[in-house]
């Protein structure tokens, strides 16, 4: 049997589940977003677009075209309604393109455009995806037991950032960090194997966003801010 390439979701394949074949795909590019603020008094312009060490994007559009061929009316619609409830999803969902066998989307469709001449069928799905394609294997997770809780305080604080920032000052004159063991593990926020400036901005920023309600300032919610900060690295555009 001839194999159609197709696109996968939510276990669910365009071709194998539908019988839909792709007639057109659009793989847009997601914009660079540029945050910068002007100095007052003054024409110079701070950039603070790699604040944290990572530049910022915005979405990226995803648009396929799925063609239905049924003269047979009553099945034809019932395969739309099935297509249309495997397109109902809220919220970002992997998305798999066989054209991309190595990596995948972080994609929420949009609710599809549907055309219909002689039996012939046109499904215009657009998707609001993530700036990145992701591998398909990642890099091994991290973990609760990584929470970067130096003071033992209970949270991850701009505290403990500090104390990260201190000991990376201290290692760059080639002193000793000043932590101990168990400390300079934890310090290591983004696991590279040293302590340096970037891993006080990265719990910084994990500090930023558990205030604002986004994770929980626990071990848990530091793992998951991690793990969706590695996808974001690991991504590619």
Known sequence: MKKHIGIRMNDKHSWNDFGC????????????????????????????????????YGERDLRYRLVLMDNAENRAQQTIRKICAWLNVSGYVPLYDDMMPEHYFLAEPITPKITEKYGLYLIDVKFKASPFRYPIVPKLPYAPSTFPDLDGDGAATSADAAIIMTAATAISAGNASGLTPEQEVLADADRDGVITSLDAAIVLEFATAASTGKYKNSPEGWAAFMNTRTSAEEGIL
């Open 21 to 56: 074949r792709i007639s057109e795909r659009e793989i847009g590019q997601p914009e660079k977003k540029r945050i910068v603020e002007t100095v007052p008094y003054s024409n110079d312009v701070q950039n603070f677009n790699t604040l944290y060490g990572i530049q910022a």
